[in-house]
């Protein structure tokens, strides 16, 4: 599965924006997906992951209540809708294929990941 995700950019902090994630070459529609960051000078951390159906959610404390994760599975896509961004969400973005169905914060679990895209918040 090659992964791609897109939809990064620079934005005032209290801006928004929704990231895309593309699977091609096999789907991802039975997989879980999450959504990783890399700050600068951070070790990679878990942002939000979502099950093979939609069904369960997962999200970091700090971005509850402004991410939204979602996906269309026809489609092979997944989405990541940021609202009221921080100067500390600035990082790169990255997408991931699980192993698993279900919806899993581990890092070890992810097999598949796309090259991020850069989403930097301006205070």
């Known amino acids: 599965v090659q992964l791609q995700a897109s939809g990064g950019g620079s934005v005032q902090a209290g801006g928004s924006l929704r990231l895309s994630c593309a699977a091609s070459?096999?789907?991802?529609?039975?997989?879980?997906v999450g959504w990783f960051r890399r700050a600068p000078g951070e070790e990679r951390e878990f942002v939000a992951g979502?099950?093979?159906?939609?069904?369960?959610?997962i999200y970091k404390d700090s971005v509850k209540g402004r991410f939204l994760i979602s996906r269309e599975r026809a489609k092979n896509m997944v989405y990541l809708q940021m609202n009221n961004l921080k100067s500390e969400d600035t990082a790169i973005y990255y997408c991931?294929?699980?192993?698993?169905?279900?919806?899993?914060?581990?890092?070890?679990?992810?097999?598949?990941w796309g090259p991020g895209t850069q989403v930097t918040v301006s205070s």
């Open positions: 070459g096999r789907t991802f529609s039975n997989n879980g």
């Open positions: 979502i099950s093979w159906n939609g069904g369960s959610t």
């Open positions: 991931a294929s699980a192993r698993t169905a279900a919806v899993t914060t581990q890092n070890g679990l992810y097999h598949y």
